[in-house]
């Protein structure tokens, strides 16, 4: 199964992008509207969160039932008409797959809690919990009603971990993705899928919260090679990407490289972990360029070297936005947001947009915790104050990490709620909506350049198919590759800092031909400036 190298994809969370109804949640139907702006962009598929029935403690990544559609974001019927309609732009849908875990008021659940054993089977229950730690915080394991046995919630209490070990529950997952294949879409993002194999003996493991203990276990593989061959493996067109938390270069290879038949492609997040201090999160630093270059540079190349292949991005609905994180958004917002996007659509891998990057969206800033909804920023605000920090030390770290930065409402226009709802919305809009929003951007530089990125990647196989080289490694302000592709070659230099730097090119480059830049175009020499943040694209034919 090889995919389309020249397609892009634009994550949606659909509760925040467009709605219909005045409920201030976003529905399927502000989707269906907003599809022609998306052609309009070029884009080639729809990532969409979940929009399944849940009690929403992690806003639909604890789904209650897997084949339906949550009431707030509409009908079967809604997504059929917006799978069709995307069908007549060229537009295809993504869907997310949160199979590690199901929520606690899943009827699987629910009946082994009753006592029916065979769904107990679905869970991964034991005598004794282990001192593994849960990615929202506190020990991973919970009673199991009165039983006197704890479940496995890797996550939040309410996402209780399903025991792929058993056959009946590999079975009915497996359903699940027919279900929604058979519907039309044409790819799947498959949530922290690296965490579904888990040891038949699970054990205390002190080491990093315990993720040892279950990150990419050999088994997963096997999982993986099961679902791809009972779904969608001989589809073709298909798109598949997994979310692997805290994995490795090796395993990516393995979980990407077409003939293993696991996956198309794999999202890591070593490169969004450049801001934390110590490794952890609930911390405040500025970004370690040298490390951001050094991880670009491993996985550009060790992936290519092994025919693995990343989904490439640095927005998500996980993550605080990244011009807030990694350029000077004061004075140089449509520089640095030009820069970002080339150096990852013009490198090696699938490039993932998500919702509003292409409009330059900043950070919220809001003022008062009671602003977040995130569980997990809830969480991390009262562990703050415990460890010590005081009430405005904890609001700054939140203000700068909590995933709500990314979850904010699009900004569509400088109308009340920036054209979003005409309700109360789930969450308020980010303070930036009265200048930055699609209204004003769309015939702006930020805009016009993901436009021009996204037809390149169409046109030039080199973009789509080169392989991927380091270039000037111990630069300290550029991030700088090249890609490779028979006699072709094409190097991208990007400018991470607000200052003109001065780079030597060699003669080939130096007589080549610019392909893209985010400044007027200079004409080549042996020494080339680059303009703060600028990005520059050589191409030798
Ligand atoms: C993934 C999702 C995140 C969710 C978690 C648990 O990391 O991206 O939003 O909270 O999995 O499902």
């Known amino acids: 199964m090889t995919i389309d190298k020249r397609k892009v994809v634009y994550q949606i969370y659909p509760k925040s992008y467009k709605d219909t109804t005045g409920t201030g949640v976003g529905d399927l139907r502000g989707i269906i509207e907003k599809l022609p702006y998306l052609k309009e962009l070029g884009i080639d598929m729809i990532w969409l969160n979940p929009f399944y029935p849940s009690p929403q403690r992690d806003n639909g990544y604890d789904i209650s039932d897997y084949t339906a559609v949550h009431p707030d974001f509409g009908s079967m019927a809604d997504f059929e008409e917006m799978v069709a309609v995307g069908q007549d732009l060229g537009i295809d849908f993504m869907l997310d797959m949160v199979l590690n875990h199901c929520s606690t008021e899943h009827e699987w659940f629910q009946k082994a809690l009753a006592g029916d054993k065979y769904y107990q089977d679905f869970f991964i229950l034991r005598d004794q919990p282990t001192d593994w730690v849960s990615k929202f915080g506190g020990n991973a394991w919970a009673p199991f009603g009165d039983t006197g046995k704890y479940y496995l919630h890797l996550f939040d209490v309410t996402q209780a971990d399903l025991n792929w070990r058993n056959p009946h529950v590999r079975k009915e997952l497996f359903k699940v993705v027919n279900f929604w294949k058979d519907k039309g879409v044409k790819g799947f993002r498959f949530d922290v899928i690296n965490l579904i194999g888990k040891d038949e003996v699970l054990e205390d493991c002190p080491v990093n919260d315990g993720k040892p203990a279950y990150t990419d276990r050999p088994i997963t593989h096997d999982y993986l090679r099961m679902m791809n061959n009972a779904t969608f493996g001989s589809e073709t067109g298909f798109m598949t990407v997994g979310e692997m938390s805290a994995t490795t270069i090796e395993n990516c290879i393995l979980y990407t490289a077409p003939e293993r038949e696991e996956l198309s492609m794999a999202f890591n997040f070593h490169h969004l972990k450049v801001d934390y201090k110590d490794g952890q999160k609930w911390t405040l630093m ?64 699938t490039p993932y947009i998500y919702m509003g990057e292409e409009i330059g969206m900043i950070d919220p800033d809001f003022d008062s915790m009671s602003d977040y909804v995130d569980v997990e920023s809830i969480n991390a605000y009262q562990m703050l104050l415990e460890q010590g920090h005081s009430p405005e030390q904890a609001f700054k770290i939140i203000q700068a990490k909590s995933r709500d930065n990314s979850r904010t409402p699009m900004q569509w226009d400088a109308s009340l709620n920036a054209g979003f709802t005409s309700g109360k919305p789930w969450l308020k809009p980010g303070k930036s909506y009265t200048t930055i929003n699609v209204e004003n951007e769309k015939t702006g530089p930020i805009f016009r350049f993901y436009q021009d990125l996204i037809r390149l990647r169409k046109e030039l196989p080199i973009i789509a198919e080169g392989d991927y080289k380091a270039a000037y490694k111990d630069h300290d302000k550029v991030y700088a590759f090249e890609r490779v592709l028979a006699d072709e070659k094409l190097l991208v230099l990007n400018n991470f800092f607000a200052e003109e730097v001065v780079l030597e090119l060699s003669d080939e480059y130096a007589r080549g031909q610019v392909l893209i830049s985010n400044y007027p175009t200079t004409k080549l020499a042996k020494k080339v400036k680059l303009q703060p943040y600028q990005s520059l694209a050589i191409l030798v034919q």
């Open 286 to 349: 500025d970004f370690d360029f040298e490390e951001l270059k050094r991880l670009f540079h491993t996985w550009g190349e060790e992936m290519s070297v092994g025919n693995g292949w990343n989904a490439l991005f640095y927005n998500n609905h996980d993550q605080p936005r990244a011009l807030n994180r990694f350029v000077d958004v004061k004075n140089f917002r449509t520089e640095g947001a030009t820069m970002l996007a080339a150096s990852i659509h013009l490198s090696r891998g």
